[in-house]
Every structure is written in C-alpha cells, then in structure tokens.
C-alpha cells in the first residue's frame, strides 16, 4: 500500500506579483524549486497566510536569482501581492521507503531568501 505524506514545503514565500491573464499555476524561481525538490508542473497546494485561502496549482520555472513568487490565472484572486505563503508538495511512499524518508523544507526570509 502506498501512503501520501508530505515530500517537500516551502516556507513563508512572499507572493512577488500575480496575474490573473495567465493560463495558470504558480511561477517560482527555479533556484527555490531544486532548493524545495519540486519539479516544474508538479502539483502543489498553496497555503495563504494572510487569508487563510487553501488551493493547488502547478509549479513553472521562474528565472533563477529573481525571489519571484507569482500566482497565475484564476487563482490569482486568492492571493495579494506582498501575502505569506506557504507551499508543500505530496508524495506516494510505501511502508519500507518511509523507513528513511525526511520531506525536505526549504524556509525563506522576507526578502525570498532561503534562510
């Protein structure tokens, strides 16, 4: 049996910008991601500080060095530009790989600085 536990977050994200024209997903430095072990287009839930709002998305790259955190489509009306976020990713492990597993938490700084 496969049992879904956390496999990545990171923590206390700054959203940068959002825009609500965009087809969808979340735009995140690329250096944050591989920090956090999430690949583009993994899904991943958004957790609003702020607000309290709770959604998924999809990742994308954004341009490595930019702290950018953008929240894209739809979802951008959940959350305003300067909010907390924090942002985990799932995985499915079976009994012997939860043995060792460790999620991997990135956490970040006012400025999107990983900490």
Known sequence: ???????????????????LNYVGSITIDADILDAANIREYQKVDILDINNGERFQTYAIKGERKSKTFCVNGAAARKVQKGDKVIIVSYGYFSEDELKNHKPVIVQIDDDNNII
Request: negative net charge; proline residues 0%; without cysteine.
């Open 1 to 19: 049996m496969l049992l879904e536990f956390l496999n990545s977050k990171i923590h206390r994200a700054t959203i940068t910008d959002s825009d």
